[in-house]
């Protein structure tokens, strides 16, 4: 079986969207846009983290709330 990331995306059909990945990518957006850092990479790893610690407690990212990261 070929590689998934070799293989040659032609059709809607052919992508299947993990069920939690629209509200990830939606709270991630929003932090972005509200704290607009001044490296996203670095925020980026740093609010991902964050959220991987929560979810490993059994916590959603609603569950704390101001605990993001910021852009300093």
Known sequence: M??????RIF???QIEVPDDLPGILK??????????PEDI????RKYFEEMLKKREKGETANDV????PTSH
């Open 41 to 44: 990479y670095a925020f980026s």
């Open 27 to 36: 709270d991630y957006s929003k932090e972005v846009i509200r704290n607009n």
């Open 2 to 7: 070929a590689d998934l990331r070799e293989m």
């Open 11 to 13: 059709s809607a059909d």
């Open 65 to 68: 709330g101001g605990s993001k």
